[in-house]
């Protein structure tokens, strides 16, 4: 996505994090779930499934591979975004692939899709905030990590079911079958070869001949296994009578083929067929010629219905004889086959070539090869065959061909090789560094990243052993170690490594011990830890800072984790309940047992006790509850939910207010006391500016009467005049004031109760009472939505009329403006001294801005003194705009303040109680 900001350190966290998990789990399902977890846990996110994408007759489907919770379809927002995953056809994928990811806000959450390349889709359902358009991008490769996991982890479990599937295949051959290196060693034996040696497989498969030998006259078993191993030629060894484990005497034909295995010494390979019953049948044969016709019939029989095809032709290729496996295979009819040459089914070699193998045959001797026939139609196949000279006598040689459709098996063997190149791929491109070594340390494999991470080029490391970049232990006290693992076991630690350039640094290992080809083997899988040892470091400091800034709260404070126990608390917190006991004794402690233990110290227990289960189990923070103590203290309690990454927590603090509490009542006595004698200087304002109406009236009069006397001609000096003048200029300031010092005082007894007042309201209409002047100067009064607020609507008008009006007078600007806005929150400003909000209390603050004069600092402090104009003697006024504005803000128990400087306009901040709900 474009336009996405730079991922933060918490992001690249938490996308490290999420890294760590993908690939993690046995199985598919496993590592689906592990990797899911991990993406709801570090994301925020509620509800999530990894969906397999699979097609089944021509439509294309998605089936849920892991969900959290396990069947998470009764979320609406979940079930609404697997309704992206109907697809009618395949030619639908592909434009919806195209439009991942989806991110579509359903009610209160948001849901996204993402691609799973090559897989399937990531569904994630998250309540609250959306994800970051930058975090979305950012876990792009994290969705590929995850995809490529998922796939791997599907082939994996393919091909253990191939492998269980051959291992069946092995064990129902009627044959014996096993496979020997060169020391002797069974590595593999199938039930019919444990039968004959009378043991299990298990203990047939890494014994030796000499453990489970069985008695044969005629040869020297490990003699002629080790000459076909060593010359690479197959061996037949037909009729041999051998004595099984239980006694009983047989006659089998021992096939011994040259067995190669890439990365591996030649072995073995050794398929023992029972001819005890053909001998016996021979033998019978020989005896009477009926019963020679008979068998010959039987035997017949049996070359028509062998599983394998069958061929008998002379020394010039010409077939004289096939069975019906062979026919069908070609496709053929028996009769047309008969008197071609294999010359014309053998591709990719002639005639000749043949008649040459042929001739420089001996007779019992047996050729095996790996070939291609082709079919009637054209087509090829492979096969391998055993080509068999046999003498007959009084007759020319001829020779037996017995051939398999190799087909499936060379592309099951095509298939494993792939996943050996995938496998070695994971090996080398894991992010993890990993070492294979054997029993005495000797590093035999390695992978890049551990190669990047120790320094050393390859062929220098697998030329060391263990020992030499381990740091602290032995060679002997490692092998120690690797003896105590049992096969298929493994061992986690931590220690540190030594790089090429001798610097350490510490690591967290795990060392699976296994086998292979019977040798054991040590997988050492290892990661730096270092940034995760300073993490925990810093972690540790801090926690040691925590405490002692907790320790010096005045508050008492007590921790809660997800399952209720205690993480920490502060002395303060015992101080306050008389309790003596050391604070680490308390960490770990179940937190309903203690408050169960605390509950006597309260006046009220019962109620302490389920206003705790109340608070926890609405999760709704809570400020300065008060509680009251059996001695009679009195306590504030503030309640704060919060996350924790293994689910909710809360933290509790505890205030001593006993004193606090004395002072507010005696300061409400006071204020009780003080507001009796602000009504009583009211009443004494009011009758001195009443009184001094009258003469100021009078002189008034007089002044005027005076100017009316003298008509046009009289002598009249300018003296006169300029004193006529200022002595009704003064009376009319007298008497604006007088009316201004009357609208001061009467406030307090003209205001009315503090009710929601909505201040859009109240702005319009001192707009309207000032639309005359307003006018007059070309004005523009701009606001913005404001709130409700808990006031006197007639004061709330006079207070905003004055300070558009003062906004107006104060400003030389040609387009004079002032802006009534909403300020930020209370609790993110600072006022100025002496300005004090009470904190109990929720705040509405309240900016009314002018471009005007402005005003210097120092003349700002004394805006509102009565009387005081700030030397802005030319404009008319009293001097008690301001000051009224401050005493129906003080009559609303809140705060106001200026900021202003000379030529930049002025900012008066108002802050009124909120609403009640």
């Known amino acids: 996505m474009s336009g996405s900001s730079p991922t933060s350190p918490e992001q690249l966290q938490v996308l490290y994090e ?424 000797n590093v035999l494999d390695v992978n890049q990243a551990q190669l990047d991470t120790l320094g050393y080029d390859r062929e220098t490391l697998l030329g060391m052993n263990v020992a030499e970049f381990e740091v602290g232990h032995t060679l002997d006290e490692l092998r120690e170690m690797w003896a105590s693992i049992e096969v298929g076991g493994m061992f986690k630690t931590e220690g540190e490594h030594r790089r090429a350039d001798g610097t350490t640094y510490p690591i967290e290992v795990w060392v699976s011990k296994t086998e292979i080809d019977g040798e054991v083997r040590f997988i050492a899988l290892d990661r730096d830890i270092s940034e995760r040892i300073e993490r925990e470091t810093r972690l540790k400091r801090t926690n040691t800072v925590l405490q002692t800034v907790l320790d010096s709260l005045p508050a008492g404070v007590l921790v809660e984790d997800p399952n209720r126990d205690i993480l920490t608390v502060n002395r303060r917190l015992l101080e306050l309940f008389g309790m003596e006991t050391p604070t680490d004794a308390l960490v770990g402690l179940d937190c309903e047992a203690a408050a169960e233990d605390l509950k006597h110290t309260f006046a009220e227990p019962e109620q302490f006790l389920s206003r705790i289960d109340h608070l926890i189990e609405a999760r709704t923070p809570v400020t300065k509850e008060p509680l009251t103590l059996a001695d009679g203290r009195k306590l504030e309690r503030d309640y704060v939910p919060y996350e924790l990454p293994d689910g909710e927590a809360s933290l509790w603090m505890y205030r001593d207010i006993t004193e606090q509490a004395q002072r507010e009542a005696d300061l409400r006595e006071t204020r009780r006391q003080l507001r009796q004698s602000n009504e009583e200087l009211e009443q004494f304002a009011y009758a001195a500016s009443h009184d001094l109406k009258e003469p100021l009236r009078s002189v008034s009069n007089y002044l005027t009467l005076l100017d009316d006397l003298y008509d046009e001609g009289q002598t009249f000096d300018a003296q006169a005049e300029t004193l006529i003048q200022n002595a009704v200029g003064a009376t009319g300031r007298m008497q604006s004031m007088i009316n201004a010092l009357l609208q001061y005082s009467r406030v307090d007894s003209r205001g009315g109760d503090l009710e929601p007042t909505a201040l859009d309201a109240v702005v319009e209409k001192a707009e309207l009472n000032l639309t005359v002047r307003i006018d007059d100067v070309g004005a523009t009064v701009t606001t913005e939505p404001l709130p409700t607020v808990s006031g006197d609507e007639r004061l709330l008008i006079q207070l905003f009329q004055n300070l558009i009006d003062n906004g107006l007078k104060y400003n030389e600007s040609a387009n004079p403006r002032i802006g009534i806005t909403p300020g930020e929150p209370v609790t993110s400003i600072d006022p100025p001294e002496p300005v004090a909000l009470d904190g109990g209390t929720s705040w509405h603050h309240i900016r009314v801005e002018d471009n005007g004069i402005g005003m210097d600092a120092d003349v700002a402090d004394r805006a509102f003194d009565v009387f005081e104009r700030l030397g802005q003697t030319g404009q008319n006024g009293t001097g008690m705009g301001l000051t009224l504005c401050q005493r129906i803000v003080e009559y609303h128990n809140g705060a106001i303040w200026i900021e202003s400087a000379p030529g930049d306009g002025t900012v008066v901040h108002v802050c009124l109680p909120a609403a009640s709900a």
């Open 18 to 441: 999420i890294a760590l998990s993908i690939g993690r789990g046995e199985t598919l399902a496993e590592v689906a779930k592990t990797a899911l977890s991990s993406y709801l846990r570090r994301l925020n996110c509620s509800t999530g499934g990894v969906f397999e994408r699979y097609e089944e007759d021509g439509d294309v489907s998605y089936r849920l591979v892991g969900g959290i919770p396990a069947q998470p379809a009764y979320n609406e927002a979940f079930e609404a975004a697997t309704q992206h995953l109907d697809h009618d056809d395949e030619a639908e994928v592909a434009p919806f692939r195209e439009r991942l990811p989806l991110s579509v806000c359903h009610g209160a959450a948001h849901y996204y899709v993402f691609d799973l390349p090559e897989f399937g889709v990531l569904v994630m359902v998250k309540n609250g905030p959306p994800l970051a358009p930058g975090t979305i991008a950012a876990l792009d490769p994290l969705n590929q990590k995850l995809a490529d996991a998922c796939c791997n982890r599907r082939v994996e479990q393919e091909a253990a079911q191939t492998r269980e599937t051959l291992r069946t295949v092995l064990d129902t051959i009627p044959q014996e079958v096993s496979v020997k290196d060169s020391d002797g060693r069974y590595t593999l034996a199938n039930e019919s070869a444990a039968a004959a040696h009378g043991v299990r497989i298990e203990e047939l498969e890494g014994a030796t001949d000499e453990e489970y030998a069985r008695a044969s006259a005629d040869r020297d078993v490990r003699a002629t296994d080790m000459e076909v191993i060593e010359s690479g030629e197959p061996r037949r060894i037909e009729d041999e009578e051998i004595v099984d484990a239980d006694g009983r005497t047989r006659t089998i034909t021992t096939d011994i083929v040259p067995l190669e295995l890439s990365g591996a010494e030649r072995r073995a390979l050794v398929v023992a067929t029972d001819t005890t019953e053909r001998t016996e049948r021979e033998a019978e044969l020989r005896r009477t010629q009926a019963e020679l016709r008979a068998e010959r019939a039987r035997l017949q029989t049996l070359f028509d219905s062998a599983p394998e095809g069958v061929t008998i032709h002379d020394a010039e290729g010409t077939i004289l004889e096939v069975n019906q496996t062979e026919a069908d295979a070609l496709g053929y009819d028996r009769e047309t086959l008969i008197g071609m040459n294999v010359a014309e089914i053998a591709v990719g070699i002639t005639k000749e070539e043949l008649t040459q193998i042929f001739a420089d045959m001996e007779v019992g001797e047996t050729v095996e090869a790996i070939a291609t026939h082709r079919r009637a139609d054209g087509t090829t196949f492979p096969v391998e065959v055993w080509v068999a000279k046999v003498g007959v006598e009084g007759r020319d040689p001829q020779f037996v061909a017995l051939d398999r459709d190799i087909t499936e098996r060379q592309e099951k063997q095509r298939r494993l090789e792939r996943q050996r190149e995938r496998l070695r791929i994971l090996f080398d491109e894991s992010p993890d560094s990993i070492v294979v070594h054997d029993a005495d340390g």
